[in-house]
């Protein structure tokens, strides 16, 4: 004797809500926290919104997401307005994506450690460059400081950022 059971799983209306939730939210989780880090700039802890560079390096270098770039060359040039410099991380951040680009010898997206070293890299020459432009040692202090402080919220960020957006 075969008895044949068949079971059906009905789907709610809650579940089909919360995985559009969920796909809404890894959809403007990037711009978002971009947009959320350049507004809470403050003078000694986020000066200009430059830990917004975070999210931009991620976001365009390390996972690629469709139509950021465009977004992150406009709040690069909010940083240049905010930060008074005439439009340095604009064009490093063009320099580097087209660099980035334009080669094939290194894939950014397979990096060790998300990425962490080469923002450190990115970064550091950038603030480098920075203090050496305006040479004095409270500008050095100041860009140690900053190269500290975006190293230190580099790797929470990108857990964060891998956990919500299940990479």
């Known amino acids: 004797m075969t008895v044949s059971v068949s079971v059906t799983e009905k789907v709610t209306d809650t579940d089909t809500d919360t995985d559009t939730d969920m ?3 890894r959809l403007i989780f990037p711009f978002l926290v971009t947009i959320l880090l350049w507004r ?3 003078p000694f802890w986020n000066p200009a919104g430059i830990l917004a560079m975070i999210p931009i390096f991620y976001y365009s270098f390390i996972r ?3 139509w950021f770039a465009p977004f992150a060359g406009i709040f690069c040039f909010l940083i240049d307005y905010r930060f008074d410099t005439l439009l340095f991380w604009t ?3 063009c320099l580097f994506y087209a660099v980035n680009g334009l080669q094939n ?3 950014l997206t397979r990096q060790k450690y998300d990425g962490a070293l080469v923002f450190l ?3 550091g020459a950038a603030l480098l460059i920075l203090a050496l432009m305006g040479w004095n040692w409270t500008g050095l202090a100041r860009a140690i400081w900053l190269f ?3 190293g230190i919220w580099y790797m929470p960020f990108t857990s964060l950022s891998k956990r919500l957006l299940d990479d």
């Open 23 to 25: 796909k809404y939210i």
């Open 40 to 42: 809470l700039s403050v």
């Open 64 to 66: 690629p997401t469709p």
């Open 91 to 93: 064009s490093l951040y």
């Open 105 to 107: 010898f290194v894939d």
């Open 121 to 123: 890299g990115y970064f």
């Open 148 to 150: 500290l402080w975006a």
